[in-house]
């Protein structure tokens, strides 16, 4: 244990990522193209979920000050949330939607995996439950990117794009600041700088077998672990947090 | 939802008599028809329409509801409100299947869906305006979908009947999870109990609609109840359900807005007002409040996923002109 913040922030961050992008996915409730993809992207949502509500109801425990698993996800302000960028970009078209979620996924899967290591039990558990379920996810997403990238002229085309929009919120992913780094040197957190190398691997393995590349990036967007979000994350909010904010301090 | 799935049915058959009689005689000793049995046209196209309604009455209810996902008040509402959604994707999957046990395909059914040749239940062209709506549906809405489904379990259709087994055991659940939103609301502050008594008002006439009205002497009504397809006329199930569900708003402290509604002794039941029919009809005609925006969105989502269907299509015949490429390299 620390006596500092350090833990309940590295948590909150790991919460955030997955409760923004579990937004994000319940989005396409309804919206997917086939009905079997329809219960997929339900799916994976309620993984990320599931994941949310155990980081912030571990972070609660850290924290010992009597907020609980909702008011942690629902009651902070804006430049509180710690989350990623890309967890929060625009679902966009179906092959926007798959490759951030393709690019998240090939990253949380060595995270979690790493993460089985920690020193912190909980953390340790939450990661065995994750894996397995991020596992999928890649899973999932790789065949999508497949189909896509080698399908019609259109699929491809829309799969370039696509990589193009989101490949420039990825470096930010294994990104070390002073936090993570205490993390690391305590034995709790995950060196997400090493994991690149896999994560390169695993992307341009996938992306080749679908006739795609990875594009080149003059600059890496950054911001997210320090509260500095792009304009979409107040508008994620004012949906997040309409029925507490609207009906504060209410049981439902 | 699912008696509303014989408005219009064609019962209407051309085989002779003594294979008619063979089939009712199948009919009478309670056997199941299969998919690979002998039927009269009559009946599969009577089930073809029931089950498709059925599927795409939980393809169109996954709108209302998910208007309110990114919204839910509490995470584990907002998960439990995914997980329900995802059933009721479910459900019309499995029953698009079970439909296709029928020799008619998921593309035929969903054209007839998107063409308005079709239709679906009346109930999901009414709005989710509130989060209290989210509890009145599962409780009220799914309610009313129990006590269709529950005599469908015993449907002289395997398939279906069968379907509706395992259906069964998902509404219940979103039943009860429905009136656990209720309660939530009703041990909370004014301002929930006004948000449930509203949404209370504005579902409880809808729910009864959903059992279709009375059939009277309807041919199509008892040929379908001969054929076992339907064992219950829609009044009683109606009835059913207000039995059942009166004593569930009271205990909610809530008040069933029919000022005509009262326990009668004699038949052990509930007497209710008098259902506005012709709201039935116009909302079954196209002009309820949701409609036109529950079609304009099902048509958009089928459009905007067509690049995908077809990207998957294509990559799938790659795959296998790969395969027969190399086979015939390695022959
Ligand atoms: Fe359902
Ligand atoms: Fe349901």
């Keep these: 244990m620390t006596d500092d913040n350090s833990l309940f922030d590295y948590v909150i961050r790991l919460a955030d990522d997955h409760l923004i992008l579990g937004q994000r996915l319940g989005e396409w409730c309804g919206e997917a193209p086939t009905l079997e993809e329809d219960l997929a992207l339900a799916n994976i949502a309620l993984d990320l979920i599931g994941q949310a509500r155990s980081l912030y109801d571990y972070a609660a425990t850290v924290e010992g000050k009597g907020r609980d698993e909702d008011q942690l996800a629902f009651l902070r302000y804006e430049r509180d949330y710690r989350n990623a960028l890309i967890a929060e970009l625009p679902n966009g078209d179906f092959a926007c939607t798959i490759t951030r979620q393709f690019f998240v996924a090939a990253f949380m899967k060595p995270f979690w995996h790493a993460m089985l290591n920690s020193k912190d039990a909980t953390l340790a558990a939450i990661a065995a439950k994750a894996l397995k379920e991020v596992s999928y996810h890649l899973r999932h997403a790789s065949e999508w990117v497949i189909r896509l990238g080698d399908g019609t002229e259109e699929s491809h085309r829309r799969m370039v794009d696509a990589l193009d929009e989101m490949s420039i919120y990825t470096g930010e992913l294994f990104e070390m600041d002073d936090l993570s780094k205490r993390m690391v040197e305590q034995g709790i957190g995950v060196d997400a700088a090493g994991l690149e190398r896999e994560w390169r691997t695993t992307v341009e393995t996938v992306l080749s077998e679908a006739t795609l590349k990875f594009p080149e990036v003059s600059h890496m967007q950054t911001g997210g672990r320090a509260g500095r979000h792009t304009e979409h994350l107040g508008h994620i909010l004012s949906e997040l947090q309409y029925m507490q904010r609207t009906y504060p301090g209410l049981t439902w | ?331």
């Excluded at chain 2, 009504?221 to 359900?241: C, E, H, P, T, V």
Aim: charged share 25%; with cysteine; net charge negative.
């Design chain 2, 1 to 331: 939802m699912y008696s509303q799935g014989l408005i219009g049915a064609d019962g209407a058959t051309e085989e002779d008599e003594a294979f008619l009689q063979a089939f009712q005689k199948r009919i009478d000793a309670e056997l199941k028809i299969e998919p690979n049995d002998p039927m009269p046209e009559g009946y599969r196209k009577t089930l073809v329409r029931q089950m498709s309604q059925h599927a795409h009455s939980e393809i169109i209810g996954m709108q209302p509801e998910g208007n309110w996902i990114t919204r839910a008040p509490t995470l584990r509402r907002k998960a439990a409100l995914l997980a329900k959604i995802q059933d009721e994707g479910g459900h019309g999957l499995y029953l698009y299947s079970a439909s296709e046990t029928l020799g008619v395909s998921r593309e035929e059914l969903t054209d007839q869906l998107l063409s308005g040749a079709a239709k679906y239940s009346s109930i999901f062209n009414y709005p989710a305006l509130t989060w209290a709506d989210i509890g009145a549906i599962g409780w009220l809405v799914d309610g009313a979908a129990i006590m269709n489904q529950i005599a469908l379990c015993r449907c002289s259709y395997g398939p279906y009947a069968r379907a509706m087994i395992r259906i069964c055991k998902e509404e219940s659940f979103h039943q009860r999870q429905g009136y656990e939103i209720m309660i939530a609301l009703c041990n909370g502050s004014d301002e929930q109990k006004e948000l449930a008594q509203d949404a209370l008002n504005r579902f409880w006439w809808p729910s009864l609609m959903m059992f279709g009205p009375s059939e009277g002497d309807s041919v199509h009504s008892s040929q379908s109840m001969a054929w076992k397809i339907k064992r219950f006329s829609n009044d009683d199930l109606r009835d059913k359900f207000i039995n059942a569900t009166v004593p569930q708003a009271e205990y909610l402290g809530l008040s069933v807005p029919d000022p005509d509604l009262r326990w009668n002794e004699q038949t052990k039941s509930y007497d209710h007002g008098d259902i506005d029919w012709e709201e039935f009809w116009r909302v079954v005609k196209g002009d309820g409040p949701c409609n036109r925006e529950r079609m304009k969105n099902r048509r958009r989502v089928h459009r905007e996923g067509a690049w995908v269907r077809e990207a998957a299509l294509a990559h799938a015949q790659k795959r296998e002109e790969r395969k027969q490429t190399s086979r015939m390299a390695a022959e």
